[in-house]
């Protein structure tokens, strides 16, 4: 039972409070220690999620209790990203140094807007190593930010300051048409920042892609001549590493060149894919990444940090925060005391009150390494290489697209196949052996696995190929039956 004192939310008795979460720590280390043991994911039963359908003021539970319906109705019913046999979507794994990392930041309850502290320096620490990482220099700004979603948008807002000048954050948007660029492979996010920055989504153009599905510079080139010709201003162009539907990684090179000619802002959205400059091998293909204007890309995906840990580099970091500070008297800088410390990461986003991404962030990299981390993702393309030979070999499989890094799209043959492979994929995840997920391409359906987490296998890859070849060769005799029995 935990007492609370009379009159804060403290315990009265911290030794009882010490035992139920020493109780905590170890029960969440068995759960990674042996999460092999679990079904990667299994659907919760409408006795469960109507569990959590309590009024507000049901009465005060004690920890205990509170914590009893977390190891039954919602730790068995996660989505599974931390099992090695998910590949749903490009998830990370998260690590076990992660989540006591996590912990530790919440005991402190840092917030992340300002002042004068030793959690800011965290971040400056992690901002020095992304400078680093992309060659960027010493007065490129970067911030944490949920995620890569909103890094785009952050990218789209400070690309809007350096071409309409900062007058537009007083007089809004001017007269000039803005038109932005990305691939058709692009994720949805860039379209999103479009709309949300007030620039609108048809002022985005979806460039076709190469069979490599990457951006055709060509057609890049052709569509803003003819926006220019039109009367319109070219300010933006996305490029992605690691697009979300196949992996694919556009010509940063030619890209950049493009952009310095015709004084575009490039903008690279690496999600997943940039973090890929801290594999030796992998690398060099970002080749042109160290002259993008801005790079979105998250920590937690093939960083492996736990959600959430996006980031947002941005070469001009005066003009990031010329973007986004604003006076406020409480916010007042002072050079001694609390209130030093300025600039603040407050004035380089959106957000005032932040929380400590950077700790779960710094000890990931600390404590495993650059060089380690690097190896997860060189690991998980060369198992999706492993997936790709299997495929290759196998009559009643078919790959349908190229493997550029870490993601595999095929399908199980059949004359009915989007049907057949959309209840293949659901039939995987209900099994619990493997979890991938689907994508559409020329109007296939593809079988999507993604493979990011650092605990997957090549057993894991096996048991998702076998699984696919028996539940679709079950799914095709019974499609045959059904077709048959419609003959007669
Ligand atoms: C995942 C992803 C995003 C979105 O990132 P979030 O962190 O989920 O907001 C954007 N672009 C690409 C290419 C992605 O893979």
């Known amino acids: 039972m935990l007492e609370t004192s009379e009159d804060t939310l403290d315990p009265s008795d911290w030794n009882a409070f010490r035992l139920q979460g020493h109780r905590m720590l170890d029960d969440m280390i068995d759960y990674l220690e042996h999460q092999r043991d679990r079904p990667v994911w299994q659907p919760m039963s409408e006795t469960v999620r109507h569990s959590f359908r309590q009024p507000l003021d049901d009465g005060q539970h004690d920890l205990e209790q509170a914590y009893t319906v977390f190891i039954k109705d919602i730790l068995p019913y996660a989505l599974g990203n931390v099992h090695p046999g998910f590949m749903g979507w490009v998830h990370g794994g998260g690590t076990p140094v992660g989540m006591l990392a996590e912990m530790l930041a919440a005991g402190l309850n840092a917030n992340l807007g300002g002042r004068d502290q030793a959690p800011i320096e965290i971040e400056r620490q992690v901002l020095q190593w992304v400078r680093e990482l992309f060659d960027f220099p010493e007065t490129a700004g970067g911030l944490f930010v949920n995620g890569t979603s909103m890094a785009n948008l952050l990218g789209v807002l400070v690309a809007r300051t350096a071409q309409l000048g900062d007058a537009v954050r007083h007089k809004g948007i001017a007269t000039q048409q803005l038109i932005a660029y990305t691939s058709a ?25 190469n069979e490599q599905h990457q951006m055709d510079v060509l057609a890049l080139e052709y569509a803003i001549a003819e926006d220019k010709k039109a009367g319109m201003t070219p300010f933006f162009i996305a490029g992605t590493v690691g697009t979300v539907g196949v992996g694919a990684i556009d010509n940063l090179q030619a890209i950049a060149e493009l952009c310095q000619r015709e004084n575009i802002w490039f903008h690279v959205d690496g999600a997943y894919g940039a973090l890929a400059m801290l594999a030796p091998d992998i690398a060099p293909r970002l080749q042109g990444i160290a002259r993008a204007d801005s790079i979105a890309f998250d920590f937690h995906k093939w960083g492996q940090v736990p959600y959430d840990a996006g980031f947002i580099l941005v070469r ?17 800088r002072e050079s001694r005391g609390m209130a030093a410390g300025s600039p603040w990461p407050c004035d380089f986003g959106p957000d005032l009150s932040r929380g400590f991404r950077a700790l779960k962030t710094w000890f990931t990299i600390k404590v495993y390494g650059a060089e380690k981390l690097g190896k997860v993702i060189s690991n998980t393309c060369a198992l999706a290489q492993h997936m790709k030979r299997r495929i290759e070999a196998e009559p009643r499989l078919e790959l349908l697209a190229p493997v550029a890094l870490n993601i595999v799209c095929f399908r199980y043959r059949s004359a009915d196949a989007n049907r057949l492979n959309a209840d293949l994929v659901v039939a995987l995840q209900e099994s619990g052996i493997a979890a991938p997920s689907t994508t559409t391409l020329n109007g296939q359906l593809a079988i999507r696995a993604a493979i990011v987490n650092h605990r997957t296998t090549v057993s894991d890859i096996d048991a998702l190929i076998d699984a696919t070849l028996e539940l679709g060769d079950n799914a095709a005799k019974n499609y045959n039956f059904r077709n048959s029995n419609a003959i007669q």
Do not use: C, W
């Open 185 to 209: 492979g692009a994720h949805i996010s860039i379209s999103q920042a479009m709309d949300i920055a007030g620039l609108g989504t048809d002022a985005l153009r979806m460039i076709a892609v």
């Open 316 to 332: 001009d970091g005066e003009l990031q925060q010329r973007t986004f500070a604003s006076p406020a008297a409480y916010l007042k």
